[in-house]
């Protein structure tokens, strides 16, 4: 399977590591929407939100606590995170992650 994510996950292609364990990948996004844009990701491919499973849900509980750890190590008390689904919602890269952007205001409803 030739997925980019998976890829930056086994450290084949190069990218800023915000954060790694056995299940969990984080790491700057290369173009940043704040201040602060990370992503976390699960090492295991997961297409997107909707894939998930009974199966495989675990791992997305464990983004969010790496997700808690992270920004609380940047200091960082307001953030937004963001999971885009399918290509109406913007996703562009189909390997489950989680935007975390942070830094400036933040509108509602998103675009
Ligand atoms: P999506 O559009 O699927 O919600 O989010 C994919 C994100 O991955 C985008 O914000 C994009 O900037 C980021 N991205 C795409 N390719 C790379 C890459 O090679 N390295 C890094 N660090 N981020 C990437
Ligand atoms: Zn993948």
Same mark, same amino acid.
């Given at each position: =399977? ?9 450290? $084949?292609?190069?990218? %800023?590591?915000? !954060? $790694?364990?056995?299940?969990?990948? @984080?790491? !700057? +996004?290369? +173009?940043? *929407? ?18 998930? &499973? ?14 808690? %750890?992270?920004? %609380? $190590?940047?200091?960082?008390? +307001? ?6 689904? @399918? $290509? *109406?919602? @913007?996703?562009?890269? %189909? ?9 400036? +205001? =933040? &509108?509602?409803?998103? @675009?």
């Amino acid at each position: =399977m030739d997925c980019l994510f998976c890829a930056i996950s086994r450290g $084949e292609i190069p990218s %800023k590591k915000v !954060y $790694e364990d056995e299940l969990v990948y @984080g790491f !700057y +996004d290369i +173009d940043p *929407q704040a201040p602060t844009h990370f992503l976390v990701i699960p090492k295991a491919h997961i297409e997107s939100a909707g894939a998930v &499973t009974a199966e495989n849900s675990a791992v997305v509980a464990h983004c969010f606590e790496v997700i808690a %750890k992270v920004t %609380k $190590e940047l200091g960082i008390t +307001d953030f937004r995170v963001v999971s885009n689904c @399918g $290509e *109406q919602a @913007g996703q562009s890269v %189909k390997h489950l992650h989680f935007h975390v952007l942070a830094g400036r +205001d =933040m &509108t509602w409803p998103p @675009g």
